[in-house]
């Protein structure tokens, strides 16, 4: 294994360090992983992942001309990416902190096929703050590409 630290900047200013593991051979077979695996630590996306999920889930609920529920949003997510970039269960936690937040609003409907869904819609506020967090990813976006090039891992 080759291990990274990786520094997280932490809102009061305060730093802390992570060993991330990114595999370099299966030490049973021998064999070199997958070219998509030797691009990836997982650990690390997670922690990026994690600030960008709301920003998604906001600009996904504002493009749509109706309320979403979870379950759609997921599949919007997959068909804009061409894969399942993260588990369905992930975004549910978020909506709800968007909620709270008065990001989005929600309301229950009976459903045809199952039980009832919660579907989601942005609120004034909610397409205020996407304007502000676009506004953050890009300048973020553009730092970041700064240093590693912006270029795929190959």
């Not at 996306?45 to 749509?64: D, F, H, P, R």
């Not at 309320?67 to 599949?75: C, H, K, Q």
């Not at 609003?105 to 459903?111: C, H, Q, V």
């Not at 609120?123 to 240093?147: A, C, M, N, Q």
Request: with cysteine; aromatic share 8%; net charge neutral.
């Amino acid at each position: 294994m080759i291990h990274n630290i990786v520094a997280l900047a932490i809102p009061n200013g305060t730093h802390l360090k992570r060993k991330t593991e990114i595999a370099e051979t299966d030490k049973n077979t021998g064999e070199e992983p997958q070219e998509d695996e030797r691009c990836r630590d997982l650990k690390f996306e997670k922690n990026v992942i994690s600030g960008m999920i709301s920003l998604v889930l906001l600009a996904i609920t504002e493009q749509s001309r109706e309320p979403l529920y979870g379950y759609r949003i997921s599949r919007e997510m997959k068909i804009k990416n061409g894969a399942a970039f993260l588990k369905q269960g992930t975004i549910y936690p978020v909506l709800r902190a968007l909620e709270r937040d008065g990001l989005l609003k929600s309301e229950i409907r009976e459903s045809e096929s199952g039980p009832a869904r919660k579907y989601y819609r942005i609120t004034e506020k909610g397409k205020e703050t996407l304007k502000i967090w676009e506004e953050s990813w890009y300048r973020i976006r553009d730092f970041v590409d700064s240093f590693v090039g912006g270029e795929p891992c190959e």
